[in-house]
Structures are given as C-alpha cells and as structure tokens.
C-alpha cells in the first residue's frame, strides 16, 4: 500500500527553527529598532503622566516620582531611556544607509553590533547623570 499524501509530508525534514537558527546581527537590530519604536510609544504614557503630574502639584507629582523609584519603575524607566537610546543611533545608522554609507557586510555588522553598544552605554549614562544630580552617586 502506498504512503498517503499525509505521511508523507510528515516524514520531510523541516525548516530551521528560530531556536536553533543564528540571528545576524542586522537582523537583531532591524526587529530591536521596530520593538523600540513601539517601546517609545508606549514610553510617552510615561511623559504624559509626568507633565501631567507636574501640572496638578505637588501631590500628583509625589505619587508619579514613589511609582518611578520602584524596583520596577526604575527597570522601566532605564527600558525607557535604552529604547530611546537605541532608536535614536539605529537611525543615523538607518540615515547613513540613505545615504549609500555602510552596505558592505563587515561595514553593516560592524555599525550594528557599535549600535548595541553605544545605547546600553548611553542609557547607563543617562542613570548616572541623574543619580549624579539627586546627589545619589
């Protein structure tokens, strides 16, 4: 008896799967740069709630600055200050590109991998600078 359509296409090996496929870094940072737009879109609840704060007085900006020096606010705003990091150097990168600067594969995993970098230092920076301004540091 012959196999069935069924059995057949089940005995095909399958396509690598995401677990087991290596990511190359300009891939990595195209789906980072698409999460951290949308990270910074969210981000500007944070904002919005700060300005407003601000603007009601000192009791609604109490209770925004208890919420922001949480355990998971801080996480939440240093996610804030690293989305805004990374997308602000993945688009000059991204301008570089517009320009004609950086196709060659060395060039583009080289600006990606530089791009990584330079935003978790950023974002770092940025903590260390107002630690440094509350008089923390």
């Known amino acids: 008896m012959a196999d069935s359509p ?5 005995a095909r090996p399958l396509s690598p ?3 087991i496929y290596r990511w190359p870094v300009t891939m990595a940072a195209s789906i980072t740069h698409r999460v951290t737009g949308v990270g910074l879109a969210l981000g500007m609840i944070l904002v919005a ?6 603007a009601t007085g000192p009791g609604a900006y109490d209770s925004f600055v208890g919420c922001a020096q949480s355990i998971v606010g801080r996480l939440v705003l240093f996610g804030f200050a690293w989305a805004v990091v990374f997308h602000f150097f993945n688009g000059i990168r991204h301008l570089a590109w517009d320009i004609g600067f950086g196709f060659k594969l060395p060039t583009a995993l080289g600006t990606g991998v530089a791009v990584y970098v330079l935003s978790i230092l950023g974002a770092i920076a940025i903590f260390a600078w107002g630690y440094h301004q509350a008089g923390l540091l």
């Not at 069924?6 to 089940?10: F, K, L, R, W």
């Not at 709630?49 to 601000?54: E, F, G, K, P």
């Open 49 to 54: 709630w700060l300005l407003i704060a601000v």
């Open 6 to 10: 069924q059995t057949s296409a089940h």
């Open 17 to 19: 799967f995401v677990s």
